[in-house]
């Protein structure tokens, strides 16, 4: 693999970060990890625009793999940047004392774990909210992204590759000569 990865993946990995991270756009996310499968398919189509010869599907997989990690790594900031803006992250302790009072038969090991964790910094709350939300794009992203460069690779290699499948039959029979007269 002599093909720079990078560049690609780099670019397809801004797409994912930034619209799966945007407050009414990331919806399309709902749709089967849209703008993520989508993010490793244009890597894949970058990728094949790079290069003269048809991009392998371990290629257009690994591109995709990365692109996955760079979208996880963008979404952080984006989100927490357009969610600030728009005053919709909170520290959490509004979540937790909702299910402290919607919480009927909760074990008292795990009121007393929600307590602590209501009664912490306002810090802490935020920082476990962004880790969670990090590590939850960064599964969510590997594999979905994987998946886009993989369908990417398939759909837009070109090359003596694509002829191949489209007759699997092999080569077409010599012409017949014309008959004599």
């Known amino acids: 693999m002599s093909v720079s ?7 397809a990995g801004v797409v994912i970060g930034v619209l799966s991270s945007l407050p009414v756009v990331n ?9 993520v499968v989508g993010g490793g398919a244009l890597g894949a189509w970058l990728l094949q625009q790079n290069t003269a010869r048809a991009i392998t599907i371990a290629e257009g997989m ?50 007393d774990a929600l307590e602590r964790a209501r009664s912490s910094s306002l810090s802490a709350g935020g920082a476990l909210t962004v880790l969670l939300t990090f590590v939850m ?14 369908l990417g ?13 489209a007759s699997p039959a092999g080569p077409p029979p010599p012409p017949i000569p014309p008959a004599a007269i």
């Open 153 to 165: 690779a398939l759909f837009f290699r070109k090359g003596p590759e694509t002829s191949d499948w």
């Open 62 to 111: 690994l591109v995709g793999l990365l692109a996955g990690v760079i979208g996880a790594v963008i979404a952080v900031p984006v989100s927490l940047a357009s969610h600030s803006l728009l005053g919709g992250l909170g520290d959490g302790r509004d979540m937790i004392d909702r299910v402290l009072e919607r919480a009927g038969s909760m074990p008292p090991e795990l009121r």
């Open 27 to 35: 919806a399309g996310n709902c749709c089967c990890c849209m703008w």
């Open 5 to 11: 990865l990078f560049q690609p993946a780099l670019l």
């Open 137 to 150: 794009s960064l599964v969510i992203n590997l594999i979905f992204a994987t998946l886009g460069g993989l």
